[in-house]
């Protein structure tokens, strides 16, 4: 793609704003999927938490696309997940919005993992706003008619 190539040019530094709205090459890469050149980004330093003229970061790029390749690199390398843009959006908000579930579901489990780490594993419960942490109700409701099966059983061979 054309605007990759204007990237490769000699002493293009790898966080300068590539174009007008202050994109650096590592948001065009979220933006694009492209997890290889991302990678290639980070491995050069990019700054993984600049922002643009929306208030989005690279994480925020990956998760409009619905690219879990480029969020998993992203998280692997630091990325703030609560980074919200300039409308209040996280992320998972936005990979929500855009309907990316499997995406929205990726980065609320890792929020809340890094949180229960941050919290010293109190118990803290963190506020699930979407309900992507939630246990699938079908799997809520086979394992208590399972329970009750194992009742049964139990109460006919004590003969009651």
């Known amino acids: 793609s054309g605007s990759f190539s204007n990237l490769f040019e000699a002493g293009t530094s790898v966080n300068a704003p590539a174009d007008a709205f202050g ?19 980070l491995q050069t330093g990019a700054n993984l938490n600049q922002q643009d003229c929306l208030g989005e970061a690279p994480i925020h790029k990956a998760a409009k696309v619905g690219s879990l390749e480029c ?13 919200c843009n300039n409308s209040g959006q996280t ?3 936005l990979a929500l919005a855009y309907g990316f579930l499997e995406c929205a579901k990726f980065l609320t489990t890792i929020q809340h993992t890094q949180t229960m780490k941050l919290r010293g594993q109190s118990g803290y419960s963190l506020s699930d706003k979407h309900g992507l942490l939630r246990e699938d109700p079908a799997a809520q409701n086979q394992e208590s008619e399972t329970n009750r099966s194992i009742s049964r059983k ?3 061979s004590d003969g009651v």
Do not use: M, N, T, Y
């Not at 090459?25 to 980004?41: I, M, N, T, V, Y």
């Not at 969020?71 to 980074?83: E, P, R, S």
């Open 23 to 41: 994109q650096s090459p590592a948001h065009l890469a979220a933006c694009g999927g492209e997890a290889f050149f991302l990678l290639w980004q």
């Open 71 to 83: 969020l998993a690199l992203l998280v692997a390398g630091d990325a703030k997940i609560d980074l």
């Open 91 to 93: 992320a998972a908000d």
């Open 154 to 156: 139990r109460r006919r």
